[in-house]
Structures are given as C-alpha cells and as structure tokens.
C-alpha cells in the first residue's frame, strides 16, 4: 500500500497542470483567503494538504503549493472549518 508520504512526493514529480487538475477532482476543499491580486485556496488530498495560488484577475492557477507540515497553515487558522477538516 502507498503511505501518504510516497503520495506526497509522487505528486511533486507531476508538472504543475496535472496537480492543480488532482486537486481540483480529489481534493477536499477546506478554505479560501484572499490577498492584494491573488487568493489562496486550501485542500486536502491524498493525505497532505496543498494551496493553490489563484490569480483573481485571470481566476487561473498560479502556482500550486503542496506540503505536509503545519506552519503554512498557520494563516488559514482563523478560517478553517476543523469538522471538515478533521474529516478529510
């Protein structure tokens, strides 16, 4: 069985389109912060988490931030549903 940890770095190796189209189909969408011209938006997928860098303008994937420890979740505190996010 593959651990949340070869999920992580198989999902590193993936070029950026194939990520964010993951994240959009399988993960578990758990907040959204917005910032000057882009948002951030927070998932949980395959056992890690990932934010996807959203340019408002365009509303297209910028960039896509997958990680598996704390600290990036820290500006998400105040938002995040934790029944949702226990759950995922």
Do not use: C, H
């Not at 069985?1 to 578990?28: C, H």
């Amino acid at each position: 069985m593959i651990d949340n940890r070869s999920n992580y770095y198989e999902f590193l190796t993936l070029p950026m389109e194939i990520q964010a189209a993951l994240v959009w189909k399988y993960g578990v969408f758990l907040e959204r912060i917005a910032e000057d011209s882009q948002s951030f938006w927070l998932y949980s997928v395959y056992g890690f988490y990932v934010e996807l860098v959203m340019a408002n303008e365009e509303n297209d994937v910028a960039d896509v931030k997958p990680f598996m420890n704390a600290q990036p979740l820290e500006k998400y505190l105040g938002n995040i549903d934790w029944k949702v996010l226990l759950a995922a």
